[in-house]
Nanobody
Framework: QVQLVESGGGLVQAGGSLRLSCAAS????????MGWFRQAPGKEREFVAAIRWTGGDTYYGDFVKGRFTISRDNAKNTVYLQMNSLKPEDTAVYYCAARYMDYAEYDYWGQGTQVAVSS
């Protein structure tokens, strides 16, 4: 089992920045590809970013457009999402997720952290 706990959400004005953190415990963190997803009220969950277990490859949703950066610190068992130039449409609950190496499905999910961006 892998337990994931997100933190760092909050209320920010448009154009501001937030850094989300996701602390993992359990099995070997470095063997897991980590992802961030988000879900806004009334909308489906959407992919935000992922960083491969090797650490060298990162992936982003189309809407990110260079505003967000995902990174990981294996020594701290933590993955981060730096979000800059935030927009009101970024308002959502952000979830951290983990999947073993290059497996297709994310098997572990955090409880989510709320991000609200005011205009």
């Amino acid at each position: 089992q892998v337990q994931l706990v997100e933190s760092g959400g909050g209320l920010v004005q448009a154009g501001g920045s937030l850094r989300l953190s996701c602390a993992a415990s359990g099995r070997t963190f470095s063997s897991y590809t980590m992802g961030w997803f988000r879900q806004a009220p009334g909308k489906e969950r959407e992919f935000v970013a992922a960083i491969r277990w090797t650490g060298g490859d990162t992936y982003y949703g189309d809407f990110v457009k260079g505003r967000f950066t995902i990174s990981r610190d294996n020594a701290k068992n933590t993955v981060y999402l730096q979000m800059n130039s935030l927009k009101p449409e970024d308002t959502a609950v952000y979830y951290c997720a983990a999947r073993y190496m290059d497996y297709a499905e994310y098997d572990y999910w955090g409880q989510g952290t709320q991000v609200a961006v005011s205009s």
